[in-house]
């Protein structure tokens, strides 16, 4: 019966795991942040049946080797662009603004 050794195996585990680990967190990190982004469009007063869609994108450094936070991006039925609420890395409010023609009373304008 022939073994397989722990060393042939190597070069393929290696990258596995690495991949697993850097992406997995970053996925759940949006899930995590849930919460907060409930609590950010309470304290704003957004009516539920103006929000068209929402969306969390996951914020990397330039080098895309290290996670930063994430932004949920939050579209209306009654305006072209968005509202960006975004987060750092453990959930911690860090801005909102708005998009193009999209206001929000209290929110900054690009």
């Not at 068209?52 to 080098?63: M, P």
């Amino acid at each position: 019966m022939r073994r397989f050794s722990k060393t042939r195996l190597l070069p393929i585990t290696l990258p596995i795991a690495a991949a697993l680990t850097v992406q997995f967190p970053a996925a759940a990190f949006a899930y995590k942040c849930q919460p907060q982004f409930d609590k950010e469009i309470a304290q704003l007063a957004i009516p539920e049946e103006r929000i068209k869609d929402a969306f969390s994108v996951n914020i990397y450094n330039r080098s895309g080797s290290k996670f930063q936070g994430v932004e949920r991006w939050i579209s209306f039925n009654d305006c072209k662009g968005n509202l960006v609420i975004k987060m750092d890395r453990i959930c911690r409010p860090q801005g909102n603004y708005t998009t193009y023609e999209c206001r929000v009373p209290g929110v900054r304008n690009y």
